[in-house]
């Protein structure tokens, strides 16, 4: 009886090695494709469809194709630990793209590191994240890089003596964004008049607008999702404020002020990617982007479309044994090399330092652009 | 700033009165709490806008027009859900949990349909208007919505006290047996209440999808949430209490948001709710619960 299951599974060993050495590379995208994260999820699914097509379309890395195994982790911290264990154990994926939301990095993120496979996060901003070990890598730029640039920069063409603050406290996305900005201004030596807070899910901000009205700021800082900084902005203009508002990371989307209009002009926002960016690789994506889905893409899709630029550039350099767990390690050791001119700018890995100085993943080296709104359209900043 | 806090506090209010209106005649007339009512009103943001957005009908008629597509999935629900499990004798926990279900479909179909991004109503249709008397803004807009939610309360009360529908009404929440022994069409009226409640849902979610401006297929849930605790403390099936109710909660928030604290504002708010429940268990305007057992 004992005999008879090693033939098949022999069997099963040669034809995976097989299919391994000359076909396809499977790589995980673990996204939010429903729930309320989906408006980035789907994005960023779009930007990885779009490269892999494109990397396809030339040949594939060393003749390999890639195959993207799309998972929905519907923005919830179970479901990505689900999506993960499937993609991990059942796909044998090489690398894990995602999650969406930093929250579900947290849950999710080390039983990829305790299986030793590569995940790389392309819209996990919060602190701490690389902090999960050594498998674990971003691409998205930490607001800690970007806000400093984007308070100085909004101060110094203003003139702000005071400005007040406004946050989602029940985000892990808006809260580091909030506790970065907090650290900014206590640097910067600027003075607060007034914080307050909101929680996921609310559409009236009129209460914490007046109050801020009151204290009549020269700026809002405001670390808050696209979906509610229209409504935090369109209110704040109803209410007769006319302070500019200062954003964090959620600001980034074009869309905001096309819904926000002449409300949100005078925002200043930093941004890993800016669509106005002239180098060609970047309108080369604008334009591949548009044809495809018919849509204009943001931040997250171009972060993802670079993302897997990073990991082909990697596994160019790897030669794939057939062996899943040596190719995880492989592609693991290749990737914090890769330097890439991507649609987001010059790229590099940098180590991160952790809290607890332990080895941890590998942070964004990159500088952000800053933005300010005109007439509803974002404009990178040029001085005064 | 106290003028303000006021304005916001009435209109937030008047929000969570309107919602919860459909919400507390279905539990009055049919004994359901009916947890697809946030779905519903989600639905009825969703219908305007696209009547709006497809056939450039003026904001009125779409406002009618959601109310009727609600109105008739309400009063599907009911016939394809509610009447059966009523058939059946459904124990009171049976249809509720129904009711979820119908709300998960909902917000998925409206997902599926429209994405989860969130959409809003071109800007020529919202109406413009705004008042500013001193520091003090008030939006045509708002002023509809205080408006419309006194209307509805005062004509549904009317409605009930007053007229010979309303008594029918009145007998079936008191005992759908007795009423069906007096002649009264009890299953129609079932019918007639789950329609008018859903159609009052679709209302308010075009409201407060034009307030607001943020219409997702999850708008449904937190307002559901506040809406449980306005009808709770109201007087489960209480119209006035849905109003009072409302207030309530929309000055506990905005104030306590405004003067305490930003980052406390829904414990306080659910705090004094606690507190009034203990001193009356029933609700503001409830009835006396041993009748009932």
């Not at chain 1, 890395?61 to 179970?78: A, P, R, S, T, Y």
């Not at chain 2, 519903?40 to 709006?52: D, E, N, P, R």
């Not at chain 2, 005062?154 to 008191?174: D, H, M």
């Amino acid at each position: 009886m004992r005999k008879f299951p090693t033939v098949p599974l022999l069997l099963a060993a040669l034809t995976a090695s097989f299919s391994a050495s000359a076909a396809d590379l499977k790589l995980g995208v673990a996204h939010a494709l429903s729930g309320g994260a989906a408006q980035y999820g789907t994005a960023i699914r779009n930007g990885f469809v779009l490269a892999a097509e494109e990397i396809n379309a030339k040949g594939g890395i060393n003749g390999n194709k890639i195959q993207l195994v799309i998972d929905d982790e519907q923005g919830k911290k179970e479901e990505a630990i689900n999506v993960f264990k499937k993609q991990i154990f059942q796909d044998k994926v090489l690398i894990i793209f995602g999650p969406t939301l930093s929250n579900s990095m947290f849950a999710a993120g080390p039983v990829a590191n305790a299986a030793k496979t590569p995940v790389f996060a392309t819209s996990n901003t919060a602190y701490g994240i690389t902090d999960i070990g050594p498998f674990v890598f971003r691409n998205s730029v930490m607001e800690a890089d970007v806000l400093p640039i984007t308070v100085a920069t909004a101060t110094k063409h203003y003139g702000l003596k005071k400005v007040a603050v406004i946050y989602g406290n029940d985000d892990a996305f808006t809260k580091s964004g909030y506790d970065v900005f907090k650290q900014v201004l206590a640097d910067q030596k600027m003075p607060v008049t007034t914080t307050e807070t909101y929680v996921k899910g609310d559409v009236d901000f009129k209460a914490q607008l007046t109050k801020i009205k009151a204290t009549a700021p020269d700026a809002i800082v405001c670390s808050c999702l696209a979906e509610e900084a229209a409504n935090i902005i369109l209110q704040a203009r109803s209410l007769g404020i006319s302070a500019p508002f200062i954003g964090g990371n959620g600001f980034n989307s074009p869309k905001l002020f096309e819904i926000s209009k002449q409300a949100g002009n005078g925002t200043f926002v930093g941004s890993p990617w800016a669509n106005a960016n002239p180098a060609p690789v970047n309108q080369a994506f604008i334009a591949a982007y548009k044809k495809k889905y018919n849509a204009d893409p943001n931040q997250f899709a171009a972060q993802a479309y670079d993302a897997l630029y990073i990991a082909a550039a990697a596994l160019q350099t790897v030669k794939i044994s057939g062996n899943v767990e040596a190719d995880r390690q492989a592609l693991r050791d290749a990737l914090p090399k890769v330097t890439l001119n991507g649609a987001t700018g010059p790229f590099k890995f940098r180590p991160a330092v952790t809290k607890t100085g332990k080895p941890g993943g590998f942070d964004a080296d990159q500088k952000p652009f800053i933005y300010t709104v005109q007439n509803g359209k974002f404009e990178l900043y040029k001085g005064k | 700033m106290l003028e303000q806090q006021l304005i916001n506090a009435l209109t937030l209010g008047c929000v969570y009165a309107l919602f919860a209106l459909g919400f507390t005649l279905v539990f009055g007339v049919l004994e359901v709490i009916n947890l697809s009512h946030g779905a519903v009103f989600m639905a009825g943001s969703y219908a305007a806008l696209s009547v709006v957005e497809k056939l450039n009908t003026p904001l009125w008629l779409a406002i009618l027009i959601a109310m009727l597509i609600c109105g008739l999935f309400g009063l599907l629900v009911d016939v394809l859900i509610l009447k059966p499990l009523r058939a059946r004798n459904a124990p009171h926990l049976i249809p509720m949990i129904a009711t979820i279900g119908v709300g998960i479909f909902l917000t998925n179909v409206a997902q599926g349909l429209f994405g989860a991004e969130i959409r809003r109503f071109p800007e020529e249709v919202l109406p413009a208007g705004e008042f500013v008397i001193g520091e003090v803004h008030l939006r045509a807009l708002e002023l509809a919505i205080v408006a419309i939610a006194f209307v509805l309360m005062a004509v549904l009360f009317v409605i009930l006290k007053r007229t010979q529908l309303g008594r029918a009404l009145r007998a079936i929440a008191e005992s759908p047996k007795a009423a069906y022994l007096l002649g009264i069409n009890v299953e129609g009226l079932f019918h007639l209440t789950s329609f008018v409640a859903a159609a009052l849902g679709g209302a308010a979610g075009v409201l407060i999808g034009l307030n607001f401006n943020a219409i997702t297929p999850f708008m449904g849930q937190p307002i559901l949430h506040k809406g449980i605790a306005v009808i709770i403390l109201g007087g489960m099936g209480d119209i006035r209490g849905a109003l009072i109710g409302g207030l309530f909660l929309g000055f506990a928030e905005v104030f306590s948001k405004g003067y305490l604290s930003s980052q406390m504002g829904d414990a306080i708010a659910f705090g004094l709710l606690f507190l009034i429940l203990l001193v009356r268990p029933s609700g503001l305007f409830g009835r006396v619960l041993e009748r009932k057992a």
